[in-house]
């Protein structure tokens, strides 16, 4: 199965800084990485994914690097708003059938 | 919510009642899935389906049954509520396997007293 760690559990940046999440998986099998951000009292949503064969992608302020070779990939937030602020999940497939297993969550706080 | 309603949204209930939570889409996704999340643990799979009545068990399906009998609606039973089941649950859909994209519903706090 699969194993995936998220660091740090908490983070806090000042308003404007840079925020970055990483994530290690254990499956070298796995080929698909998904991010997701929970605002309080709502379902996570999905808010970029990255697939095996690529090393980078980005969305505006946000981008996931993927680094195959040591099995890890994280999440890059620029320009931090407060609207940012939230829990950040990442995961990683453990079969074919399209199970996800999720990191334990990193708590992100943007101070004005 | 990508289309994904979750009922009640709320309930406390005693511990060794039967609770059923309900999953409801609107956008023929043949994946549901059902999640439980609760602190220091992220998201854990409890069950899963493929498909109307094909179901199979995920990581911590012990003490819960589900049912689907419609494309729409995915059922997760507690047959006999226990307090460690306290926990917000959430229901998630997917297009197919193999895209492995999830959309989750808003989830529903289920309390065990």
């Known amino acids: 199965g699969e194993n995936v760690e998220q660091h740090p559990s908490t983070l806090s940046v000042q308003e404007g800084d840079s925020a970055v999440i990483k994530c290690t998986y254990s499956?070298?099998?796995?080929?698909?990485f998904p991010w997701y951000k929970q605002e309080l009292g709502k379902g996570p949503q999905l808010i970029i994914d990255i697939r095996s064969n690529v090393g980078e992608k980005k969305d505006q302020r946000i981008a996931v690097t993927l680094n195959k070779t040591a099995k890890h990939f994280s999440l890059h937030i620029t320009e931090t708003q407060p609207e940012d602020s939230a829990v950040y999940f990442c995961?990683?497939?453990?079969?074919?059938?399209?199970?996800?297993?999720f990191g334990a969550g990193t708590q992100v706080v943007v101070t004005p | 919510d990508a289309g994904i309603t979750q009922s009640p949204r709320h309930k406390v209930t005693e511990t060794g009642t039967p609770v059923t939570l309900r999953c409801h889409q609107t956008?023929?996704?043949?994946?549901m899935y059902w999640y439980r999340q609760d602190p220091g643990h992220g998201l854990r799979l409890i069950h899963y389906s493929y498909g109307v009545k094909d179901t199979d068990k995920g990581e911590v399906s012990d003490g819960y049954s589900v049912s689907r009998s419609k494309t729409e609606d995915f059922l997760l039973t507690l047959e006999s509520a226990t307090s460690s089941q306290t926990s917000v649950y959430f229901c998630a859909i997917s297009l197919a396997s193999a895209s492995y994209e999830q959309y989750f519903g808003p989830g529903t706090r289920l309390t065990v007293t």
């Open positions: 995961a990683a497939p453990y079969d074919s059938w399209g199970k996800l297993q």
């Open positions: 956008e023929n996704h043949r994946y």
């Open positions: 499956d070298s099998a796995s080929n698909y």
